[in-house]
Structure formats: C-alpha cells, structure tokens
T-cell receptor
Framework: RKEVEQDPGPFNVPEGATVAFNCTYS??????FFWYRQDCRKEPKLLMS???SGNEDGRFTAQLNRASQYISLLIRDSKLSDSATYLC???????????FGTGTRLTIIP | NAGVTQTPKFQVLKTGQSMTLQCAQD?????MSWYRQDPGMGLRLIHY???????DQGEVPNGYNVSRSTTEDFPLRLLSAAPSQTSVYFC?????????FGPGTRLTVT
C-alpha cells in the first residue's frame, strides 16, 4: 500500500462548480499535512497547510480526519485558473522528510 | 530574492555520461533536498541536507551523489547516467514548514 494515495483523476469540472479531493495516508504517526498545487510543467507550490481543526483560505477548505487517516480539499466556485494538479503531502513527527501523493489532476471547463 | 534556482533547465545525456545539476537558494534555509518526479510516481526524495557539511540519503539515492559545502548550494551529481534516470528533477529548500521548489531540470538519458 502506498504511504499517500490520491485519486489521479482527471476531474473535469464546469466553472463555478464545487469540487472535492480526498487523500489517504497509511502512517498513523503522520503529524503535518499539506496541499501543494502544481501547474503543468512547473514546480509545486504550497497551497495550504491542513490543521486538525480544519482551515479555510478563500474558496479553499482543507479538512483532516485522523481517525480515518485522510485529508480533503474542497474548492468552491471553481475558476479556470484552478486547473492544475493538486498534491497531497504528509510529514511524520520528528522527520523532516515529506511523502508526496501522485497528485489529482483538475481541469475547469468554461 | 531569487528563491531557489536550478540549472540547466533541460539536458540530454548519453548513457554513461556524468553531469552535475546545480541548485542554489538565497533564503538562508538550512534544509535542502532533491526530488525526482516521474509519471504516476509522485515526487520521490533522492538526497537531502540539514545544513552545510551534512547530507543523507532519501528514498531513491542510487546513482546520485550530493555535497553541501555552503548553505546556499546543493548540487546533485549523476555518476554514470542511465535511461532510468530520465526524469524531472526538483531541488527544494525548506523554511517554516514550506518547501520552496526550484523550476526543475528536465533530464533525458538516451
């Protein structure tokens, strides 16, 4: 089983719709969680950290469920500029190393 | 601030050749790392460094060497290129839990 698993998609979603991705992780010692965004042929960039209480940044909401070992990303009122690959990233306690999911590809359709 | 810079952007090597991928950051970050990204595999850690003079192996270190003589620079050396090393290589530095990635080097080994 992969340490971090994501549905690769692609998700093709009309502009203005709401879309949600899930990501599951296998290491129960994982402590820090992130969503990164990667545009085509570009480097990954941090979208948001995921906190236990959940957090929101504009149209983006991230949630963590430790009991079921998954994190989610919700995008509301999707824009064409949201088209990208979204990477789920997990970090274990006391370990600098990150484990990346393979990414979920999202395309927003006009 | 240039952030994280990588050179070259593109490189084609023949099997058996050696080369060095350059990485530099101007954010005074102690932690730096090298990843490779392959389709369907996600980003995989090759080597990392927690400070000048200190390096360690990641998930896929075979065929690669690193050194860290200064805080700013973290070059990755391919000893004897193989077609399996065809990939996109990203260097990253970490500040405050965020990974800052360079623009990547697209390497093809024929």
């Amino acid at each position: 089983r992969k340490e971090v698993e994501q549905d690769p998609g692609p998700f093709n979603v009309p502009e203005g719709a709401t879309v949600a991705f899930n990501c599951t992780y296998s290491n129960s010692a994982s402590q820090s969680f992130f969503w990164y965004r990667q545009d085509c042929r570009k480097e990954p960039k941090l979208l948001m950290s995921v906190y236990s209480s959940g957090n929101e940044d504009g149209r983006f909401t991230a949630q963590l469920n430790r009991a079921s070992q998954y994190i989610s990303l919700l995008i509301r009122d999707s824009k064409l500029s949201d088209s990208a690959t979204y990477l789920c990233v997990v970090q274990s306690f006391g370990n600098e190393k990150l484990t990346f999911g393979t990414g979920t590809r999202l395309t927003i359709i006009p | 601030n240039a952030g994280v810079t990588q050179t070259p952007k593109f490189q084609v090597l023949k099997t058996g050749q050696s080369m060095t991928l350059q990485c530099a950051q101007d954010m005074n970050h102690e932690y730096m790392s090298w990843y490779r990204q392959d389709p369907g595999m996600g980003l995989r850690l090759i080597h990392y460094s927690v400070g000048a003079g200190i390096t360690d192996q990641g998930e896929v270190p075979n065929g690669y060497n690193v050194s860290r003589s200064t805080t700013e620079d973290f070059p990755l050396r391919l000893l004897s290129a193989a077609p399996s090393q065809t990939s996109v290589y990203f260097c990253a530095s970490e500040g405050g839990y965020e990974q800052y990635f360079g623009p990547g080097t697209r390497l093809t080994v024929t």
